[in-house]
Nanobody, 115 residues
Framework: QVQLVESGGGLVQAGGSLRLSCAAS????????MGWYRQAPGKEREFVAA????????SYADSVKGRFTISRDNAKNTVYLQMNSLKPEDTAAYYC????????WGQGTQVTVSS
C-alpha cells in the first residue's frame, strides 16, 4: 500500500508559479507510475500530468502543456509538479495518484490563481 501526501499549494496571482510536491510512503515507490489530477468546484476530476516509474516518459493534458512540468525523485520518494504561467482556470484542488494495477490517491492540495 502507498500513502501520498501533497504539499505546495496556495494562492498566487495569474502569471505566477508554484511547485507541488507529493511525498510517498513505502519502499516500492519507484515501481509506480505517478500522476497529478485536479478538480475544480462543480467539475469532474481531470488528468493533468503523468510520469512513468522510471521517469523516462511523461504526458500532459493539452491545457497545461508547455506550462507544467512533472518530475520525480525516486531516492526521495517524491513526485513534483512545477506550474508556471498560472491562469485563473488552473484553480482547483490538485491530487497526486500512484498507479500499479491499484490506484492510490492523496488528500489534495488547493491551488488558487487570482486574476
Amino acid at each position: 500500500q502507498v500513502q501520498l501526501v501533497e504539499s505546495g499549494g496556495g494562492l498566487v496571482q495569474a502569471g505566477g508559479s508554484l511547485r507541488l510536491s507529493c511525498a510517498a510512503s513505502g519502499r516500492t515507490f519507484r515501481s509506480y507510475n505517478m500522476g497529478w489530477y485536479r478538480q475544480a468546484p462543480g467539475k469532474e476530476r481531470e488528468f493533468v500530468a503523468a510520469i512513468s516509474w522510471s521517469g523516462g516518459s511523461t504526458s500532459y493534458a493539452d491545457s497545461v502543456k508547455g506550462r507544467f512540468t512533472i518530475s520525480r525523485d525516486n531516492a526521495k520518494n517524491t513526485v513534483y509538479l512545477q506550474m508556471n504561467s498560472l491562469k485563473p482556470e488552473d484553480t482547483a484542488a490538485y491530487y497526486c495518484n500512484a498507479e500499479r494495477g491499484t490506484s492510490y490517491w492523496g488528500q489534495g492540495t488547493q491551488v488558487t490563481v487570482s486574476s
